[in-house]
């Protein structure tokens, strides 16, 4: 659940959730992937070659790159929820009520530093796990540009199968 989520006008709620969906879904099955494959909750995969296959080479290598470079900040399940909030609370074309949805991603954004901050802080003196997550949260901030890049290839590549459904079939 994402905190003030149910205050935003219906609308935007479709919005974020139709254009968020994939980033989402990504950002929790980034957890168990491997260089080679993306595993489903059920445990069946896909490997890479098969999505070279599916989409192309470009997408599948962008889709992994993403993968390896969102585990290696080595987010634990609470940050990747926050993280996931705030992916949803993306901006995206046809909000209405923005200023409330930005100051509600500013609150999530907050609420995931601290998180980042307390973690990292395993006996380590305050200023370096605060360190880590001001490291951390630009590089967080920067995946997201990246996984809206990933959904609108993803997307074009759906509306290709859509049209192009009948003749390969």
């Known amino acids: 659940r994402v905190p003030g989520f149910g205050e935003f006008l219906q609308d935007d709620q479709l919005i974020l959730i139709k254009l968020g969906f994939f980033e989402v879904w990504l950002s929790h099955a980034a957890k ?29 290598n962008a889709l992994f790159s993403f993968v390896s470079g969102l585990n290696a900040c080595g987010l634990s399940d609470t940050e990747i929820g926050l993280y996931s909030a ?22 999530i954004a907050e609420a995931l530093r601290v998180q980042i901050t ?27 540009h990246e996984l809206r890049m990933l959904g609108d290839k993803h997307f074009a590549h759906l509306e290709w ?5 009948s003749s390969i079939r």
Not at 45 to 56: A, F, N, P, W
Not at 89 to 99: A, F, M, N, V, Y
Request: charged letters at 25%.
């Open 118 to 144: 307390r973690s990292r802080s395993n006996g380590a003196a305050v200023g370096s796990s605060a360190a880590a997550a001001m490291q951390i949260m630009p590089a967080l901030e920067a995946k997201i």
């Open 32 to 60: 168990a992937a491997t260089d080679h494959a993306l595993t489903f909750d059920d445990g069946v995969y896909v490997s890479r070659q098969q999505l070279e296959v599916i989409y192309d080479v470009d997408y599948a």
């Open 86 to 107: 705030l992916i949803l609370l993306s901006d995206r074309p046809g909000l209405t009520e923005t200023k409330l949805i930005l100051r509600t991603r500013e609150c």
């Open 161 to 165: 199968f859509r049209q192009n459904w």
